[in-house]
């Protein structure tokens, strides 16, 4: 795609998380199209990301499901609306639109254009967790990653994988071959990464292939950000391990990230809406589920598919000034059921 | 019973708390005002509530869970004493506890 040519939609929606999700439901039963972006790379937010295995409780109608399971009836009940998803990148910057309406660019570079922008950020975007330690910045980008952009960036170098997930483990088996040397650090000696990939690791340990070291890192070496070493400490003291490549997986963290700049009011922290129709500060820009605030919020699921279906009734009038629109149930209405794909 | 719970926060100032029984450890610590980020809302999903317990309160402790230990694994300046305090569900055996915020990050 040619990306000086801005994607024309109605609604663009921050965040697909299940708010974001039952959006598009909200909006696509008034006829308004709906692109989603997201910084993970699937739909789902938390429950996906957080707690995609564990009980949810509190959904009208749905004794107990778990995360995924939420999300997976939701991608359901949506896909009449044919949702476009713009996934592992970060909405990046909002400004006015020539001609009126929002126009946003995301951190890929993508560019919508819109009369609508909603905020369904939940805690914000998810980040992976920086090593926390004030020398780490020099590094980072040269010779500390947090992910694997380019392989050709670890060939024939002296890794430090650190973390026993599975992100750690997988990085560690694919790069140990193409590696000059590899090792392993972890805080302790059990894994919560899939028990094939900790048996695999383990024959490499004992074959001599991987270093494993059990320990958690206290310090970097190096000139101009340039790794030279990791000092370790383990039970038996500081070490210090020689490399110059460091993986370090400590998971994702949630940050508000680039929206704090959009010039959006803001409550400690979250965004203040009306509840009438969850706008903010700025027209045409909507914020829903956890990231919103209003006097009595409260962070439920249930509360954000409520402030989503106010919404779009306000979203409509910014899509369609020139339409009627005309409330209806979709137990009763021929046009809604048309939509959602149940009429012909 | 009120429980009393004592924490140290992460300018070394120490705060007296006090806790329904039933109440987790985070959930004090949150409705007191403290910093502490606890980003799932206590579901052992992330490891942004983690706190290090006292030595002499710690073996009063059940044992923290593989869930737990698998999310101590993301945290950082991780002891012997850190606990995850929405796992730490409070009763009257542990009135007088006391614990330190970890370094958030």
Known sequence: MDRSEPIRTDMVI????????????????????????????????????????KPI??????????????IDRLMEQIRPFEPTFHLRQMAQTLERAEGGGWRLTTSAGTV??????????????????????????????????????RRADFAGRRILVAGGGDSALDWLLTLEPEAEEIALVHRRDQFRAAPDSVARMRELVNAGRV????GQIAGLEGEDGELEAVRIRTREGEVRHACDRLLAFYGLKMELGPLAHWGLELHEGLIRVDTEAFETNLPGVFAIGDICWYPGKLKLILSGFHEGALM???AFRYCRPEEKLVFRYTTSSTELQKRLGVRA | MTIRVYVTDREGQLHELEAEPGWTLMEVIREAGLPIEAACGGCCACATCHVYVDEEWLARLEEPSDDENAMLDEAFEVQDNSRLACQIRLDERLSGIRVTLAPEF
């Open chain 1, 14 to 53: 921050v965040g697909a998380g299940p708010v974001g999700l039952f959006a598009v439901f909200e909006a696509g039963l008034l006829g308004l199209r709906c692109h989603l972006v997201d910084n993970l790379d699937k739909p789902g937010g938390q429950c996906a990301e957080l707690y995609p295995d």
């Open chain 1, 57 to 70: 409780y509190d959904i009208p109608a749905i004794p107990v499901c778990t995360g995924q399971e939420l």
């Open chain 1, 112 to 149: 919508f254009e819109a009369p609508v922008v909603v905020i369904a950020a939940g805690a914000g975007c998810f980040v992976p967790r920086r090593l926390p330690l004030p020398e780490a910045e020099r590094f980072e980008g040269r010779s500390l990653f947090y992910a694997v952009r």
């Open chain 1, 211 to 214: 270093r494993l070291i059990i």
């Open chain 1, 312 to 314: 779009a009734q306000k």
